[in-house]
């Protein structure tokens, strides 16, 4: 069984900054991608931003430049460094990670809310 722990959410002014943080536990030999969702009120959940275990960045058009995903392969974490916030990046974040050792299996976390208020 694995776990993802997420923490890092909060409220913040709009043009603040905002650090997630999501440690994956348990049964892992390796992590092939680790990522960011998010789902504001009403809407579907999106992708923010993902991470492969090569280094292999992709980011949604909306917070190019203004976040950076990062992650310690050795502790299976993942970060996202969320700065120059608006009000439309408010939602819920939810961490995942793609597992590919010992079995295929994609995991999320419980989520964590970020409120950007203007």
Partial sequence: QVQLVESGGGLVQAGGSLRLSCAAFGTILDIYAMGWHRQAPGNQRELVA???NSGSLNY???VKGRFTISRDN???TVYLQMSSLKPEDTGVYYCNALVSRPRIAVYWGQGTQVTVST
Avoid: E, L, V
């Fill in 60 to 62: 949604t058009d909306s």
């Fill in 50 to 52: 993902t991470i492969t």
């Fill in 74 to 76: 050795a502790k299976n």
